[in-house]
Structures are given as C-alpha cells and as structure tokens.
T-cell receptor
C-alpha cells in the first residue's frame, strides 16, 4: 500500500549528478516527501524531506513539482558509496500512520 | 552521540522456538519502531512504541510482540518461529512520534530460522 512509484533501477556515472524520480500523485496537503537510502546489509539512512519548497542539505537536494505530484532527489556528485536502494515515502508530518516503504530504486554508480 | 544499537546482530533458531531481539535508541529519543525486511516483501512495519505505549501496529500475527521500557529501550519477541520469519529485523528511533520526525535506523538483527 505504498503511495509512491519509483523506477526499479538506475545507473549513474561516478562524478555525475544522480537524479532519482518519484511519483506521488495521491499526496495530500499535509503530507511530506521523505527520502531514505539503504546501503547493502545496513539499516536505512535518512536523507532529506520536504513539503512543497525545494530543499537542500549536505547530502542531497529535493525538488518537488508545483502540483506536488512528483519529486526528484538529486545527488550532485555521485560517488561509488552512493550505490544503494533509495526509498521515496510520503506521510503526514504530525500523522500517526506508520512509515510505509515501497520497493525503491536501486541506484548503481558506475566507475 | 551513539547511534541505534541492536543485539544480537545475527541469530539462528529452529522452528517452534521463540526469540527476543533488543534495541537501544539514540539517547533522548522516545520513539522506537520495528521493521521486518525480506527479499520478497521488502521493508514492512511491525510496530512503534512511544513512552512505553504501543502507538501503531502493522499487519503481523500475534506471534510478534514488543515492549518498551522506561529508558526507551525496546524488545521484540517472536514466538513459535516459522521458516518465513527468517529476515533482517530493523529498529529505528526518533525523538518524537515516527510520523513527525526523521527516523534513525540500527544495523539490524539477521534472524535465520531452520
């Protein structure tokens, strides 16, 4: 019952920007977009979240379309250590609902 | 600040046995959530505890249970183990209810049921 759709896999050349898309066409007004990633055999790692404005932190940038029905996570200079499964999740900021992970995008950084 | 710790990291049990997994959240965090991850089903939510109370529960049978102590440490228990319970069990902590704050995950406990 994930609310998001992501491509199952993507490749990106090392040093280039990795752009990971996510569709969330049923997002409601009080729901944020969260991104996590999971490197093989480790627990998921929080990356970034946003509501409607674009957000940037030391790890990535998040671009949310004006209608909020889709977003893109940008890793500006991908390294081999960015190879992971990336999960896009939507949920209310003060909601009581559980965090629902979809199948994510397996990003492979090519040397 | 130390991260989320889980013990044990690896565990092998046989069908019918029971198992208890432990999670210590980041200091100051009051919410602990548990997830099961398998290759076929992906990452699935088990339950969330906040201030020693279960606040949310996923769609798992009653063989899966948990609790949280006054120091926010949490345990989950699986009774009458089945082969399908083999999975990576992840614990995540957050400073408030999981819906309000980002979650920080531990390394997981890999349970193998034979």
């Amino acid at each position: 019952d994930a609310k998001t759709t992501q491509p199952p896999s993507m490749d990106c050349a090392e040093g280039r920007a990795a752009n990971l898309p996510c569709n969330h066409s049923t997002i409601s007004g009080n729901e944020y977009v969260y991104w996590y990633r999971q490197i093989h055999s480790q627990g998921p790692q929080y990356i970034i979240h946003g509501l409607k404005n674009n957000e940037t932190n030391e790890m990535a940038s998040l671009i949310i379309t004006e209608d909020r029905k889709s977003s893109t996570l940008i890793l500006p200079h991908a390294t081999l250590r960015d190879t992971a499964v990336y999960y896009c999740i939507v949920r209310a900021y003060f909601g009581n609902e559980k965090l629902t992970f979809g199948t994510g995008t397996r990003l492979t950084i090519i040397p | 600040k130390a991260g989320v710790t889980q013990t044990p990291r690896y565990l092998i049990k046989t069908r019918g046995q029971q198992v208890t997994l432990s999670c210590s959240p980041i200091s100051g965090h009051r919410s602990v959530s548990w997830y099961q991850q398998t290759p076929g089903q992906g990452l699935q939510f088990l339950f969330e505890y906040f201030s020693e109370t279960q606040r949310n529960k996923g769609n798992f049978p009653g063989r899966f249970s948990g609790r949280q102590f006054s120091n926010s440490r949490s345990e989950m228990n699986v009774s009458t183990l089945e082969l399908g319970d083999s999975a990576l069990y992840l614990c995540a902590s957050s400073s408030g209810l999981a819906g309000s704050y980002e979650q920080y995950f531990g390394p997981g406990t890999r349970l193998t049921v034979t």
